[in-house]
T-cell receptor, first 114, second 115 residues
Framework: DQQVKQNSPSLSVQEGRISILNCDYT??????FLWYKKYPAEGPTFLIS?????DKNEDGRFTVFLNKSAKHLSLHIVPSQPGDSAVYFC?????????????FGKGTKLSVIP | EPEVTQTPSHQVTQMGQEVILRCVPI?????FYWYRQILGQKVEFLVS????????KSEIFDDQFSVERPDGSNFTLKIRSTKLEDSAMYFC?????????????FGPGTRLLVL
């Protein structure tokens, strides 16, 4: 049951360039999406979110884009920095259905090369 | 910045033993969650808790699991009789409310190893 899919297990990007992490979902009831960053031996750290009524949300170097018709979202990091190297999880929930549990993707390991 | 804390960071136990994992959510948060991540797999939802009651639970959260808020600050997950397949990272999370824009903040996790 893969309602949230992150098809790229890993991504390498040069410092200063753009990192684009992708996420697809299948459940049309999802109405809120979040990105978390996780370092080894730590818990997921909230990064940025977007509700289904928007198609873009920006916070500093991080921008999340949502394409509801394609059931696709992406996280853009620009410029990428070595400290961004971590595992990035996409998560979704269907608040409108009265559920607040998060459904996670498997994660994408981002390596930013100095 | 307020954060969710969890103890212990690591726990090793024998199969069949009971374990209690502890969490201190962010102080003004009212909604609490447990998730787990088996090595190499996704983070999976276990249970959510509000107003001293379970509000939602997954299929994973069977009768071997229970949650409790024994006082005003702690939130615990008990596994009554551990199995090998319970070995995982267990994450506690909390959120201030349940509105559309509410974010869940996660603790650092407890690594449970069942032998």
């Amino acid at each position: 049951d893969q309602q949230v899919k992150q098809n790229s297990p890993s991504l390498s990007v040069q410092e200063g360039r753009i990192s684009i992490l992708n996420c697809d979902y299948t459940n049309s009831m999802f109405d809120y999406f979040l990105w978390y960053k996780k370092y080894p031996a730590e818990g997921p750290t909230f990064l940025i979110s977007i509700s289904s009524i928007k198609d873009k949300n920006e916070d500093g170097r991080f921008t999340v884009f949502l394409n509801k018709s394609a059931k696709h979202l992406s996280l853009h990091i620009v410029p990428s920095q070595p400290g961004d190297s971590a595992v990035y999880f996409c998560a979704a929930r269907s608040s409108g259905a009265g559920s607040y549990q998060l459904t996670f993707g498997k994660g994408t390991k981002l390596s930013v090369i100095p | 910045e307020p954060e969710v804390t969890q103890t212990p960071s690591h726990q090793v136990t024998q199969m069949g033993q009971e374990v209690i994992l502890r969490c201190v959510p962010i102080s003004n948060h009212l909604y609490f969650y447990w998730y787990r991540q088996i090595l190499g797999q996704k983070v999976e939802f276990l249970v959510s808790f509000y107003n001293n009651e379970i509000s939602e639970k997954s299929e994973i959260f069977d009768d071997q699991f229970s949650v409790e808020r024994p006082d005003g600050s702690n939130f615990t997950l008990k596994i009554r009789s551990t199995k090998l397949e319970d070995s995982a990272m267990y994450f506690c999370a909390s959120s201030e409310a349940l509105g559309l824009g509410e974010t869940q903040y996660f603790g650092p996790g407890t690594r449970l190893l069942v032998l």
